[in-house]
């Protein structure tokens, strides 16, 4: 039942070269430290080259400057960690989600399910919305009125769709996400809070992946936007009007005021947060709980925030932090009686 | 089937004024720049004054002083926001929720469910539980035990109300919130926590407003409680025994530690958090990503952080932040010497 | 229905000793502010002392040396915090949950059911997956497929094990919680973002705690593990291959990045981060939003940020921050030509 690979067939599947014996076969994949015999490794970062005179791995995907003295089967890529991704796919147990919808699934009468798509047990889903080709809709999910699930996206367990919500095709999402409900909109108004009605929608790109538990907002008058390929990890709020540019990736736990505008193949840091109405623009990275407090208007990488002290020693620079501007004023007072 | 308004009419609901034709009709609304003729925009921040020359709205809610050489018809109000807000509701899709238990609920038997209100699919109720009047429980909701859902409140769908979460009237709940999960309780003894049990419960006022994803978790001994027209955003963390005054808002991924009382109209922004037993009193805002590491008794703004910094720069910084003591006491060791 | 217990009793079911009348019975716990006679309170905070004299509690829980002129019945225990939670849990209404699988649930034809296990309404369980003696699984969980719940474990609603997810004995874990999704492991190749698959899984020592809509991923190639008697508050996200020690716990919102590596008796504070692929020793402790940025190799007390302060001060104060490093330069500058 287990799939079994040789080199020459990988390297021919996914367009790498052999070095060493093409008929070792591998029936699955592990780190180098970790790997037994029958096994492939990959090695990317240098720092664990020393591995390779000990690894069990069958099969080690490399660059080819580590190739030539490799004891074992190398499978040779300009970038072994990708090749590696490839390959691991192979090994992936995918279960099975037939097509058809399951018994205890509630669908409005006037939901568009493709036939080809699986709804799972425990799933609602509401007016006028449609479900595409191919697509997965795991148990507990809960889709409400006026979305689209592009072809081949899959929900995976207990994704909230709230409403006005339209996933491209082969999105991915993760269980207790939620998807277009209410943004956060409030006037003040005699002393009490009013409600702004959020009237707009979310609308998700072609390849975009969301995260356990992350929330994206839907808008206030137009639509939050995610571009194609945008990578959320899980836990990540996306307030209402925001817009992410295309393979912009997000760590854990970031944060994402309303209407903010990040740009394409940028990189925000866990727990980082972006302040509302900001622009950010393309290839930007954000260190670890950074918080942007302005626009960005130029490409590289940005931090906040202090280093990790003992705690007695941090106590000490932090009195001294709200001193600061006192010391700064008495140094250029002193300054200026010397001149 | 979609509705359409006049100025006149909207001024009369509301109680504005009308500069300009009263008879112009309006079927949305959006934001000035997006605006297409047909529709109705607001201008409450002078910033975007210059927009009112070229939006194609045909009504702009606004305050007296722009309304004299308005191009369109005015709608005049002291609060342009706040009015707006009541306007967009007017075009709010409001899907109907039919009074009545979905055939796949599972209730108590010794729960009491008002015949006003709407139960969903794949809802349980617990034990001794209410839902009064008008509530709204959406698909994929579980209320435990000894809870109450007060009248006109809404559960949006897939909502945890643990055990003994008593919620007042109107209030709204958004998908994955979970209310009245155990407190964070624990005793070291003898080298392994001990679990503290946590016996009460949690009380919401009426009006208040909790988001995606938001927990707020039940009292050890005595309730954790939101006084009336509290707003939480998504993702928000409410330890137990917290206690948070009336018409507080806080924005998303805000985290209050357990016992700490915040006080009325204070404002917590984006991601800020709130160490425990401390005191906050009425109208504070904290900024984003601060943390409140000790009682706040006078009003006002308050922060913590640093501020963004390019990458290399904030290395130095951050390099320097660490060596800040021994500075000042160079300094203060240097201003001895010279006296 | 209500229990009552004497101090003569409690003393010898819990190995503590009474000064005064024994005979004294409680039917309930509280706060010595707000006990009622008839309850039983606990002194272990010095600070609290002077409330001893004013309480109406009828029995108090605290240490030798403050019973001797206590004014009510003491109950001496070394651990009075430790001996008020384990009295406290004899007040803990407990619902009962019969054995036995509930006829709304969908359960694989192949996943194996102890016969005590207590199976809730809208549950559905994948193949292969196994739920142990006496487990309980609430309303709306979702276990995927090869998963196994140990004896005595309880998920208590709408608890997500995504796949590969293998619990203990005795674990519990709150709503929302999600285990076993995707690590967020991805490959930049040719612009766009290629998936890397998730192969491992995630194992949960006994006697562990997860709180609400905590995300615990699962293993790239090998497992996420937790070992033994480890408490998460709610809202937190633990990355792909991160280990944690034995009797760690940690507060709301923490997070921690992939392969990290925590040790036993830590204490991680919230909203405090932790960086990838680092490791911190035993008996560690980590202040709220702190983030840990470098391996941890000695036991203490670590922190980052800055204090609280009026917005006002602190504008000031982050401004200097960003010149710190010409402030010091200019110094050493002054000092190298003063010598």
Known sequence: MTATFTAAGLAQRFGLDVVGDGDVAVDGVATLATARPGQLGFLANPRYRNQLATTQASIVVMRADDASDAPMTALVARDPYAAFARIAALFEPVAEQPAGIHPCAVIAADAVIDPSAHIGPFVSIGARSHVGAGAV????????????????????????????????????????????????????????????????????????????????????????????????DNQIQVGHNVHIGAHTAMAGCAAVAGSAKIGRYCLIGGAAGVLGHLEITDQVMVTAMSLVTHSIREPGEYSSGTPLMDNRSWRKSAARFKQLDKLFRGMRGGEKEST
């Open 137 to 232: 809709i795991g148990p507990g999910c809960v889709i409400g009125d006026d979305c689209v699930v592009g072809a081949g996206s899959e929900l995976v367990a207990r994704v909230t769709l709230v409403t006005r919500v339209r996933l491209g095709q082969r999105v991915r999402i993760h269980p207790g996400a939620v998807l277009g409900a209410d943004g956060f909109g409030l006037a003040m108004a005699e002393g009490r809070w009013l409600k702004v009605p959020q009237l707009g929608g979310v609308r998700i790109g072609d390849d975009c992946e969301i995260g356990a538990n992350t929330c994206i907002d839907r808008g206030a008058l137009e639509d939050t936007v995610l571009e194609e390929d945008v990578r959320l």
